[in-house]
């Protein structure tokens, strides 16, 4: 059996993060969380702590929420000794109870940290996109100049 890198090992973990996702598997899902990781998902109002990690998840599937299918893309990945940065986009399509396909895109950004020989998610950010790859933050707009009145 051939060993991965840490690169490939790593990014065979995000891919498996979004495995666990769709399976609704809350169990696995939480096993990804480093217990001191801080971050800030773009469905939260502010950041969280590896306590609340999974209700989203579990908040989507009591509404019948379903992750029908999604793409990674890997945008860059740094890693230093036992810290790894990997930057990547989602296209996921998000199927509704009532069979409605909505797509999203998103922006992720997770810090890893290798720890007793195994790494977990220690912090993390992400943004939802528009199709185009802007923020699709309303807080994110561009800021308008204020017009100068003579």
Known sequence: MRRLGPAAEIWQLEIDYWR??????????????????SGWPHLNRSPQRA?????????????????????????????TGNVAIVH?????????RSGN???????????WLRT??????LGGTSLAEDRLGR???PLDKPHRRPSRRG
């Not at 666990?20 to 990781?37: A, E, K, M, S």
């Not at 990547?88 to 509704?96: D, I, L, P, T």
Request: proline share 3%; net charge positive; hydrophobic share 40%.
């Open 101 to 111: 396909a909505t797509p999203a895109r998103y922006r992720i950004c997770h810090m």
């Open 88 to 96: 990547y986009r989602v296209a996921a399509v998000w199927k509704e």
């Open 20 to 37: 666990t996702i769709q399976r609704f598997d809350l169990v696995g899902y939480r096993g990804y969380w480093h217990p001191n990781f």
């Open 51 to 79: 306590r609340g990690v999974s209700g989203w998840l579990a908040d989507f599937k009591s509404k019948g929420r379903t992750l029908a299918s999604c793409r990674l893309r890997l945008e860059d990945m740094q890693i």
């Open 135 to 137: 923020a699709a933050d």
């Open 116 to 121: 007793g020989g195994r790494w977990k998610i």
